[in-house]
Nanobody, 123 residues
Framework: QVQLVDTGGGTVQAGGSLTLSCAASATSGSLSRINHLAWYRQAPGKQRELVATMTSGGSTDYADFVKGRFTISRKNHKTTGYLQMNSLKSDETAVYYC??????????????WGQGAQVTVSS
């Protein structure tokens, strides 16, 4: 079993920055690795939308509304994913979710979702 934990949410003023983290850990203690990584967000009353993706090979893609401001990355031997968010806007207040294809020696590759991190951007 793998846990995927989103952290780093909080409240920031418009124009500010936040970095979200997405950490994968296998409860059995076996090695784990994040392959495909994606960040989504869901604002109140709106559908969940894709923000950014990173393939297992490291290629990245961004929604037009965050290009040039957000950066997706993966470090720590590929056990942790990040979303660096700069120049945040008030309408980007949302719960941000990490979705990752996580490999372990026990389960192979399985898709998991984090529990979500609340990001509030005040104007």
């Amino acid at each position: 079993q793998v846990q995927l934990v989103d952290t780093g949410g909080g409240t920031v003023q418009a124009g500010g920055s936040l970095t979200l983290s997405c950490a994968a850990s296998a409860t059995s203690g076996s090695l784990s690795r994040i392959n495909h990584l994606a960040w989504y967000r869901q604002a109140p009353g709106k559908q969940r939308e894709l923000v950014a993706t990173m393939t297992s090979g490291g290629s990245t893609d961004y929604a037009d509304f965050v290009k040039g401001r957000f950066t997706i990355s993966r470090k720590n031997h590929k056990t942790t994913g990040y979303l660096q968010m700069n120049s945040l806007k008030s309408d980007e207040t949302a719960v941000y979710y990490c979705s990752a294809d996580v490999w372990t020696a026990v389960t192979g590759t399985v898709n998991y979702w984090g529990q979500g991190a609340q990001v509030t951007v005040s104007s």
